[in-house]
């Protein structure tokens, strides 16, 4: 019962954004974003985000984060 719910559901967000797909900037956006995957271009700006409006305690958490 949840299932199909769950299940309907994502096949109607998938029909709604099918036409969209088709769009060759929201197409080329979804290339770019797959290609960065988690690799180092998210850490650069998850890090960079810490230190620029990290507070008082930035340094602390650029330094877990670096270590992580």
């Known amino acids: 019962m949840v299932w199909q719910f769950i299940e309907a559901r ?3 967000s ?3 954004s099918q ?3 088709r769009a060759a ?3 080329r956006l979804m290339v770019w974003s797959s ?9 650069t700006v998850g890090i ?3 230190v620029v409006f990290g507070g008082d ?3 602390i958490a650029f330094a877990a984060s670096a270590s992580a």
Do not use: E, S
């Open 48 to 50: 960079t985000v810490v």
């Open 35 to 43: 290609r960065l995957g988690d690799g180092w271009i998210w850490y």
């Open 19 to 21: 036409p969209l797909a």
């Open 10 to 12: 994502d096949h109607r």
């Open 14 to 16: 998938h029909a709604a």
């Open 25 to 27: 900037m929201v197409a």
């Open 57 to 59: 305690l930035r340094f």
